[in-house]
């Protein structure tokens, strides 16, 4: 198995499959997402209207479906006289796959987006109706020469056209195509934790699952969806114990285990390492038999007993 930028993939019942790198070509405009970060990217030659409009760009903000189309809350970074960027922590994102929005330049003008971008979507007004105009659309699963995940379906040589489609696309029938290989066909995916359904499109209308892949679940169509679990490497730090024997990590994860992860004592703290999906966990650490919450971490939640825990969320 090989991991990239700490995530791992595994199926349900823990079995892990190999992941791998594949070239795919982008075209998409306005963002990059790079490990856990989104980098917003306007650049004023991509923008015609913009440009040629003679004025001189003073500011420029990312307004979108994130911030509620806020037009003065994102400010970019200006890199030089063309460009403006912006970073944020994909983790402040819901878990929804895409977002629509566009650049603001001088709090007035709209950055509109080009036929050409792979990336545009119809602006529609608040009753739904189309506008002249295009939105750019972010997405949070993108296949990418860097990604985590390999999707491999042996065989089909003959097929024309072999599409990837799951819960992380909204079961897009056209957006993840899959290239050809010597003995079948394969896309790679960058994909956040979580667990996701997913089948292959053999020449738009011949669904099947993952002849590789022994998870599954039924469908509401009467067949079976394959599943994965991508997981983020998670690393558990305890500092400030350096004269206990004994301490233990224990939480929903593990089903409150008191003996099961043990941590390592590495220089003056304990550590442990584990990988999980998607989500909100509760936990705590038990040191030389005394449970207590993580002293650095101020998130923590009462449970149905009354007890307070610390709180690490996945995304």
């Known amino acids: 198995m090989i991991l990239k930028n700490n995530i791992s993939l595994s199926f349900l019942c823990f079995l892990f499959i190999a992941l791998s790198v594949n070239s795919q070509n982008s075209t998409i405009k306005g963002y990059k997402i790079r490990g856990e970060n989104v980098i917003f990217i306007f650049n004023v030659n991509d923008y015609p209207n913009i440009k040629n409009n003679g004025d001189t760009i003073d500011d420029v903000f990312v307004s979108g479906e994130f911030n509620n189309w806020a037009k003065d809350q994102w400010?970019?970074?200006?890199?030089?006289?063309?460009?403006?960027?912006?970073?944020?922590?994909?983790?402040?994102?819901?878990?929804?796959?895409d977002w629509e929005f566009k650049f603001i330049v001088n709090s007035e003008h709209w950055a509109e987006p080009s036929r050409d971008f792979k990336n545009i979507v119809d602006a529609r007004d608040y009753k739904g109706q189309k506008l002249m105009t295009y939105n750019l659309k972010l997405y949070s699963a993108f296949a990418t020469d860097y990604g985590n995940v390999t999707f491999k379906l042996k065989g089909y040589e003959d097929a024309e056209k072999v599409v990837l489609s799951g819960t992380f696309n909204r079961w897009?029938?056209?957006?993840?195509?899959?290239?050809?290989?010597?003995?079948?066909?394969?896309?790679t995916l960058q994909l956040r934790p979580d667990i996701y359904k997913y089948k292959f499109i053999i020449d738009n209308h011949h669904w099947i699952e993952d002849p590789q892949n022994p998870s599954k679940v039924e469908n509401e169509f009467g067949g079976f969806n394959s599943v994965i679990d991508v997981q983020k490497n998670i690393e558990f730090r305890l500092c400030d114990y350096q004269n206990a024997e004994s301490v233990i990590l224990s939480g929903d994860f593990n089903d409150w285990s008191e003996d099961t992860y043990r941590m390592t004592r590495v220089n003056d703290c304990w550590v442990f390492n584990q990988k999980l999906s998607g989500g909100k966990y509760h936990y705590k650490f038990i040191v030389d038999?005394?449970?207590?919450?993580?002293?650095?971490?101020?998130?923590?939640?009462?449970?149905?007993?009354g007890n307070v825990n610390s709180v690490c969320m996945v995304k």
């Open 289 to 305: 038999g005394e449970w207590i919450i993580d002293p650095v971490n101020s998130v923590k939640e009462y449970d149905n007993k």
């Open 75 to 97: 400010r970019m970074n200006k890199v030089n006289d063309s460009v403006y960027k912006l970073q944020k922590d994909l983790s402040i994102f819901t878990s929804d796959f």
């Open 172 to 187: 897009d029938e056209t957006n993840f195509k899959m290239k050809p290989t010597e003995d079948g066909w394969e896309v």
